[in-house]
């Protein structure tokens, strides 16, 4: 697969099947797996997502809210609950966290995509395929 950068952004537009980021998330070490919840996070923050975006992103994630990402989600300022879950080191809780933040980022930049991007705009993230070449877009 390409760039982290574009994978992650991929999934969040539903250009890449999920089962495919789970596996490539899975593939990564522990450390490459921590290094991309905090990438993950801070895309999240950029998008602009707030606490309201909580319950969207946790039915989307497909976990129960008792799940311990699903319940930090809902509480308190969004940027601390966001390093919260990208903080989660055991496996199971990994897993959940990658796919909770990138149902996350799906709402928020979906929301940013209707107010600020309809007409264009130059985020050249908002612009992928799945044969994005390697190495290219970057978040902002």
């Known amino acids: 697969m390409a760039d982290p950068y574009v994978i992650l952004n991929q999934l969040a537009q539903e250009l890449r099947p ?8 899975e593939s990564l070490s522990a450390e490459e797996q921590s290094t991309t919840l905090r990438l993950l996070s801070q895309f999240c923050v950029q998008a602009r997502a707030t606490t309201e975006d909580g319950p969207e992103s946790v039915r989307r994630a497909g976990l129960r809210a008792t799940h311990t990402p699903a319940v930090l989600i ?51 993230w ?13 978040r902002n």
């Open 18 to 25: 999920m089962s495919q980021g789970i596996q490539w998330f």
């Open 74 to 124: 809902t509480r308190g300022p969004m940027d601390r609950q966001l390093g919260k879950i990208a903080g989660l080191t055991p496996h199971d809780e990994r897993l959940k966290s990658f796919r909770l933040l990138i149902a996350v980022l799906a709402v928020a930049d979906g929301r940013r995509r209707e107010r600020f991007c309809s007409n264009g705009c130059g985020h050249e």
């Open 126 to 138: 908002h612009r992928l395929s799945v044969d994005a070449p390697r190495g290219g877009s970057r």
